[in-house]
């Protein structure tokens, strides 16, 4: 049913919010559809957020069965083992996602993601990744892109206390509002792959290690074959022997990505830290109302956060 | 993070949260996950629809029903097995005392007012409990920790307490559209619909206006025969039309100031529309507060601005409808912004004033917000705040002060950032409710009475809610329902006794000592006596200082933001303000993060200015030829 004004029962719910970014804003959000594929502590602190927001749908994707350890910061499945038993995560979450908000459709799909039709893809006009490999991230990054009508990209992962958010809106045009009048911005994003390739002496200084721990762990899943945010602080020495690599390839010296950064995080695990589930699900939620309302200036293209200095910080690689 | 002695310090902790609002869902869930198990959560509030946007434990199903008990069984659901402890109550209440306080190793404050984050604040420090404080409007949000004696108490920067305007502006020159709701809401809508035995300043004009007329009191009684369409227009022409004119007749206050425009129904509707008003039948519900009058009037949006005769037909069918079908509300209604007949005659009544006075109309939706302090909300920077809440919690219980931090979210990233941590600032030495630096209060003591101190001072500016008040030794006032009748009545002689007449004379030089002893909180106010006061800058012809930080000379070029608030502080709906950061300033003992790259105070300047609310650029102004300028109106807002 297509309507132009929101319903009363719309109004009612969406007041406060409205009073945030107004009517025109909620209902585009009212005709979006969003697909995020992997379930973990921070993607669905994300589909809680964009549920509540009003999008028009949200759909999920995580074949992976509901086990003890896929129950850690997550807030949206029961713990009782005959409810979950047996199920994947993406139904069971599924379930959860539309009682907080009956006005959004929910629903779950079968199936891995980098693997689907082209043509599943035009249906969403914001895509979601997480618990991702670094080949499957640039495959339906590139997916994304082919298409005609474009699709935003982000990529979210989380990592012991800190975390990390990749944004792609390919060309993207919006209305500004400063003090003095709106202007028309037009920004231009590179895909997944230009950023991660460029060289890593024309990056700033100053810029968040994060950014280069990331990648080197992210190869190394990738060439060992290992489930990506399983690894452990077994996998240190090899982890440094890729750094001195990829740094010597780059050109940079290896201390510029310290130790302790890895030594953190294959410390963790597979494990989640909820409060940076909610700080990262929170900023993304915050990204996607903004590229589907056209309100607000999106980030581009990085953001960072870690609790050991407290910044959240966004960086630009392109 | 994730170490195993934290994990301990986790399981162990004992934790109070106060608020299951917007921010409490969010950190509830947050410190659930994270592994606490015994929490309590206090909130005086029920669930309500427009919570459902953001205060995600809570369903449709549940309005009406307790926040902090709804919020404790939704958790359990997904973590069991641990303990919450809702309070349906008012952290305000007698119950929740010292000791109470005393048996939590933190406490993590939700609030959505001043009033209670002060008591709150108070009470940390008499419990010697590290507080963690945060608060959220729309994309901007922050974090703070006050562990008494080493940082900031929250009240140690003086915050803005909420908003009033002088009754004139509100009553005779108006000149921004907030001004107009006020009258509309506190005057006429309570003159119409309210407490009669209320005093009213509806018609106070200044002193050399021409009384012609009989008593305005007159025409609002509604005579048994009167019909109600007739009386309708009767004070429509008498509040838009007549009582402009009578004002306009005093040239003094119009000389430097755009004339309105007295506003007459003949000229507004022409007798033919108006007898084809009616059909109220129409918008027939069985609740009172879902009655509305837009429905029959064709108007459907509630973010259209109505037109003058749009405004007029509004205002007319609404009282009509008032006096219809809810006559027996009449007489004890109080504004309600969930009533939405209420909603719509304030509307329509300020919109028709604002076009008197030449001030822009506002929609419905707008002005619901500016009459009933609406607090613009969503889910995502409560989710945001909650993270970090818990994650200062985590040090807190680690006693990890080194690496405190008051965290800033920002809708405009600064030096690249979102997030912005800030490290705590040390106490402030003169601030009177963690130190114990007395205040000064200049005051004329022969002409100003006990109670205009009590009332003003102790209770508004001080914040403190059942106050003691001695002279030297001599106790001369005392706050309580468990009063003796004959100490509450010579209480009471006191109140209405100039402050140089009580039995131990308060005069210049003496000190007074007030005690709240739920707040536990003592102050000492040196008097000095002063016998003239500036009506305009003074209008209370009191001056109290001496608890901001020193000397702030040259802060906030602003638009007058008269606080001396440093940063984004959101603790109400906050207005345009220009901050400043206070460890630039000389002589000053405070800290400030390396963290923060200081480009100059400039940039940080600019990041930290809250995007003001339109409406409101200036801050509080009075005017001239004020007739009482003692009075203030009061409008909890801002």
Redesign the interface.
Known sequence: MDRE?LTAQE???????????G?DAQKRLSKASILVSGLN?TSI?FC??IV???VGDLTVMDDRLVTEDTL????????DSDAYGGRSLSEVCCESLR????MVRVSAEKGDLSQSEMEFFDKFDAIVVSCCSLNAKVAINEKCRKRAKRIAFYAIECR??CGEIFVDLQNYTYAQKRSDGTVERHLSYPSLEEAISTPWRNLPRKMSKLYFALRVIERFELSEGRTPGKLSSSDFPSILKLRKELCDAQSLNESHVPEKLFERIL??GS?L???????L???L??EV?KAISGK??P?KNF?Y?D?A???????DIS | MGSDSEAEAIKRAKVLMVGAGGIGCELLKTLALSGFQDIHIIDMDTIEVSNLNRQFLFRQKHVGQSKAKVARDAVLKFVPHINITPYHANVKDPDFNVDFFKQFNVVLNGLDNLDARRHVNRLCLAAEVPLVESGTTGFLGQVTVHIKGRTECYECQQKPTPKTYPVCTITSTPSKFIHCVVWAKDLLFAKLFGDKSQENDLFVRSSDASDLEKPMEDIFERGPDEDPDQYGKKIYDHVFGYNIEAALANEETWKSRRRPRPTFLRDVLPEKLILQNGNLEKSCLTDDLSLSVMPSLGLNNPQEVWNLAENSRVFLEALQLFIEKREKDIGSLTFDKDDQMAVEFVTAAANIRASSFGIPLHSLFDTKGIAGNIVHAVATTNAIIAGLIVIETIKVLQADFENYRMTYCLEHPSSKMLLMPVEPFEPNKSCYVCSETPLLLEVNTRNTTLRDIVEKIIKVKLGMNQPMVMQGTTLIYEDGDDLEEDVAANYALNLDKNLADLPAPVTGGTMLTIEDFRQELKCHINIKHRDDFDEEKEPDRMVLSGWTAPEKVDTAKSNGASTSADRPIITEVTESKVVDVAAAMPGTKRKLSATLERKGNQEVHEVLSVPGNDDDDDDLVLLDDCPEPNKKLRLQHL
């Open positions: 004004e109004t009612a719910l969406y007041d406060r919010q409205i009073r945030v970014w009517v502590g602190e809680k957020n509540l927001a009003g850690q910061a997550n807030f949206l499945i029961p713990r009682d907080f908000n009956p012991d206390a410390h963790a494990k830290h909820p409060p940076i589930c909610a700080i699900g929170g900023i939620g915050q109302i607000g200036d980030l953001f956060f609790t200095d407290g910044k959240g910080v966004i960086e």
